[in-house]
T-cell receptor, first 114, second 108 residues
């Protein structure tokens, strides 16, 4: 009963380095998301994927790319990391069921760019 | 444009006191609102949603369409309620807009 799992949990990057955050969900959800969480800013949507094979930009997409590899997996890539990308990243997935809409979150990935 | 505001960044109350965390929204469609809670260094978890009209951990929230508000209330705060609280609005498709969050600190 893992829910949404994301890796790595902690990462330190040098400016200009690249990395990929991995996310997988085992709840058979169609929609998946990447958010970043910054103090005083709350959660801001980076990218989302309404279904397998589709991705769309959110509020703060610059500097990021995503891949919806299959229904389970949605990765976030930083091609050339910048200090402004220091943040906590949350992957999430959602479903609409008889109770309404619910979004489920991963545990977060703490990224520091130096 | 759709937006969620939470005017208080930090709210401190004493144990046993009532607590109200404010949330206002702007959305032209029919709103679907949620409260999420994040305990220290943990993932965000659903606390409650307006569509269910439920009470979780003693918390309730009522949607007031006239005032475009969805304030979270608890009559007697407990120390374990200390956490970050986010109000969220489901918008078009399966997208969710989150407020900036309110940190609740319940003092002994």
């Amino acid at each position: 009963n893992a829910g949404v799992t994301q890796t790595p949990k902690f990462q330190v990057l040098k400016t200009g380095q690249s990395m990929t955050l991995q996310c997988a969900q085992d709840m058979n959800h169609n929609s998946m998301y990447w958010y970043r969480q910054d103090p005083g800013m709350g959660l801001r949507l980076i990218y989302y994927s309404a279904s397998e094979g589709t991705t769309d930009k959110g509020e703060v997409p610059n500097g990021y790319n995503v891949s919806r590899l299959n229904k389970r997996e949605f990765s976030l890539r930083l091609e050339s990391a910048a200090p402004s990308q220091t943040s906590v990243y949350f992957c999430a997935s959602s479903i609409r069921d008889t109770s309404g809409n619910t979004i489920y979150f991963g545990e977060g990935s703490w990224l520091t760019v130096v | 444009a759709q937006r969620v505001t939470q005017p208080e960044k930090l709210l401190s109350v004493f144990k046993g006191a009532p607590v109200e965390l404010k949330c206002n929204y702007s959305y032209s469609g029919s709103p679907e609102l949620f409260w999420y809670v994040q305990y220290s260094r943990q993932r965000l978890q659903l606390l409650l949603r307006h569509i269910s009209r439920e009470s979780i951990k003693g918390f309730t929230a009522d949607l007031n369409k006239g005032e475009t508000s969805f304030h979270l209330k608890k009559p007697f705060a407990q120390e374990e309620d200390s956490a970050m609280y986010y109000c969220a609005l489901k918008v078009y498709g399966q997208n969710f807009v989150f407020g900036p969050g309110t940190r609740l600190s319940v003092l002994p």
